[in-house]
């Protein structure tokens, strides 16, 4: 029995160690490679924001045609509430029935499989089609909480909270107290016949299939980083109706700033059948 206990903490350990202050800080020299340095708080960034927002925008327009046949009373009340039938994601043109709507607006698919890493649990690969470098390979879901906000609680034994620069937090767990936040945080948040976040990440089909990046793994000696994270404040011009593909949500109502979110851009041209990669830990000098 104690084997068996002592087994299982280790495994926990495992994933665990990596968001553990102290050890990450007795460590750092030891894992040179698995660390991603940049010089300022401004310079994280490998693609401007304005190439960030044309992928998603590019998805999400594919997204809602695609969608749309089964939407129609919905699109109906929007147009009401709007006051205007054309819009700027109406527009667009393409395939109105497009069957994989990431494989044509991106070119590539991603899918969450067994990681090829042991002990690793899930992990996401690309499946079909090729990411040229510079891409928006996926987006980290989850509640975002502001440094001065409460996460205590969300926060135990969770491996999913993301730690920004600024001190921003993201919950990607899509399980127990976090998965409860998110749906009323998302609920709260609806703007009429708007919806202005993605709940489907939550399950096991998320509608956007770009919001799978917390389950991307950590990089090693064997396996270096092939995505990298980058922060994204989602502008105030982003369409209205395109944010209900947005997986992200303020925890308080009264935030005062745009909606943080994190996007994986490719460090590199990323071919079928490979595993994203990660640096978990950024170093600003």
């Given at each position: 029995m104690f084997r068996t206990a002592l087994t299982r903490f280790q495994n926990k350990w495992k994933s665990y160690r990596h968001r553990f202050v102290p050890w990450v800080a007795l460590n750092?020299?030891?894992?040179?490679?698995?660390?991603?340095?940049?010089?300022?708080?401004s310079k994280d960034k490998l693609v401007p924001d304005e190439e960030v927002s044309r992928s998603l925008?590019?998805?999400?327009?594919?997204?809602?045609?695609?969608?749309?046949a089964d939407h129609g009373q919905l699109r109906a009340l929007q147009n009401h509430f709007l006051g205007q039938v054309t819009s700027e994601e109406d527009q667009c043109g393409g395939n109105s029935v497009c069957g994989d709507a990431m494989l044509q607006s991106l070119g590539f698919?991603?899918?969450?499989?067994?990681?090829?890493?042991?002990?690793?649990?899930?992990?996401?690969?690309v499946t079909k089609g090729c990411v040229p470098k510079g891409a928006t390979v996926a987006m980290y879901p989850g509640t975002v909480y502001q440094a001065y906000e409460p996460i205590l609680l969300q926060s135990i034994r969770n491996p999913f909270v993301f730690r920004c620069i600024d001190g921003v937090l993201i919950d990607g767990n899509d399980k127990g107290i976090s998965k409860m936040v998110f749906k009323s945080c998302s609920g709260r948040d609806r703007m009429g016949p708007f919806i202005m976040s993605d709940t489907s990440w939550l399950t096991s089909t998320p509608q956007n299939p770009l919001a799978v990046g917390q389950y991307v793994n950590n990089c090693s000696y064997e396996t270096p980083a092939n995505v990298c994270y980058q922060e994204y404040d989602v502008p105030d011009n982003f369409p209205i109706r395109l944010r209900q593909y947005l997986p992200n949500v303020n925890y308080s109502h009264e935030a005062q700033r745009p909606l943080r979110c994190v996007v994986l851009v490719s460090l590199r041209d990323i071919t079928a059948g490979e595993e994203l990669f990660s640096n978990y830990f950024t170093i600003v000098h």
């Open positions: 750092l020299s030891r894992n040179e490679k698995t660390l991603r340095k940049v010089t300022e708080r925008l590019q998805l999400f327009r594919v997204l809602l045609r695609s969608h749309g698919c991603l899918d969450r499989q067994p990681s090829s890493l042991p002990s690793a649990g899930t992990g996401v690969f």
